[in-house]
């Protein structure tokens, strides 16, 4: 029963990862599809990025365990957030293409943290 | 922000809940490290007792907390406890115990909120018997240089919410108070931390 709570807990790390990506994505794409300079885009897309991720940590904390919400949502924040806003930047580029690569940004991030918990606690 | 008897007691209501993931996430671990609490324990911060489940049966524990409102809140696991729980309300950086008193202390995320840890780590050094151990499941800053950013940058947060600050290094306090840490496991990532030493 624990085991397959705990398991239930680590495809719920990958479900918010992908979702945060996901949303970060969207909002800098919305924000930031008119922004014609690609640097102000990026540090513009970290800051909303990192904005947007806060209150989703903090309402993500309670059920889901503090550290295992804040770290990944920490660096797809910054991470997600600066390279959408340069993908915004481009003019040729479609939305559904900048929300697919948060969502794949997010899961990366999720499965990295994943492989580098698995190697910290067998230390 | 300060964080002061007053604060503790403000955050006592919502205590459970915000600690709901990290207890459904640590129960095993807790339970593993748990083991090793034998003889007189001193449990250092109770809090609400949301650890008290995955205590052992049968130990004799006196067990301290700054705020009157989380030792209220803990009476029902108290009362739970297949075991005795002796609660009191103390600093936990001035005891009033005498010196070697204990044969285990334990500190389950208390290091992370204590204003002084490492005065704190002392004045356990002192009511700990010699033979003793200190048994400390606790959350530090990490060594990675980008969770250690996350890490203290949301510090600010959770300071001014719940009074806990993420980027202690609770390792060396306690090696600066003059523990030997003999046993190191990480529970998540290299950031919470199941950690056993002795004087």
Redesign the interface.
Same mark, same amino acid.
């Given at each position: 029963m624990e085991k397959a709570y705990k398991m239930n807990l680590k495809i719920a790390d990958f479900f918010i990862g992908t979702f945060a990506g996901s949303l970060v994505a969207l909002v800098v794409y919305l924000v930031l599809s008119t922004q014609p300079n690609m640097l102000i885009a990026m540090v513009l897309g970290g800051l909303i990025g990192m904005v947007l991720v806060m209150p989703l940590t903090i309402l993500l904390m309670p059920f889901v365990g503090a550290f295992e919400v804040m770290i990944p949502l920490g660096i797809i924040g910054m991470g997600v957030g600066m390279t959408t806003g340069m993908l915004s930047a481009i003019p040729a580029i479609s939305g559904y293409a900048v929300i697919a690569w948060g969502d794949l940004a997010g899961f990366t991030v999720a499965m990295l943290i994943y492989f580098s918990n698995k190697h910290l606690i067998n230390q | 922000m300060k964080i002061n008897k007053k604060s503790y007691d403000g955050v006592a209501r919502i205590f459970d809940?915000?600690?709901?993931? /990290?207890m459904?996430?640590?129960?095993?671990d807790q339970r593993a490290l748990f083991k090793n609490l034998k003889g007189r324990v001193l449990y250092i911060g109770i809090g609400t007792g949301q650890e008290i489940v995955n205590f052992p049966p049968g130990l004799d524990i006196t067990a301290v907390d700054l705020s009157y409102a989380m030792l209220t809140r803990s009476h029902s696991r108290v009362q739970n406890y297949n075991g005795r729980i002796h609660r009191c309300q103390m600093d936990a950086q001035a005891t009033a115990f005498p010196d070697n008193t204990f044969d285990t202390i334990l500190t389950v995320c208390v290091l992370c909120s204590v204003q002084q840890p490492a005065i704190c780590l002392k004045e356990l050094k002192r009511v700990l018997k010699p033979d003793g151990e200190l048994v400390m499941f606790e959350?530090v800053l990490s060594k990675?240089p !980008?969770?250690a950013? *996350? &890490?203290k940058?949301?510090s600010h *947060?959770?300071e001014y &919410?719940e009074g806990t600050y993420l980027d202690r290094d609770t390792v060396n306090n306690a090696e600066m108070a003059g523990f030997k840490i003999h046993s190191h496991?990480? !529970?998540? &990532? /290299? *950031? !919470?931390k199941a950690l056993r030493a002795n004087h």
């Open positions: - | 809940f915000m600690r709901g993931g /990290d459904r996430r640590w129960g095993p959350h990675n !980008v969770y950013l *996350i &890490l940058f949301m *947060i959770t &919410l496991k990480n !529970v998540y &990532l /290299d *950031i !919470v």
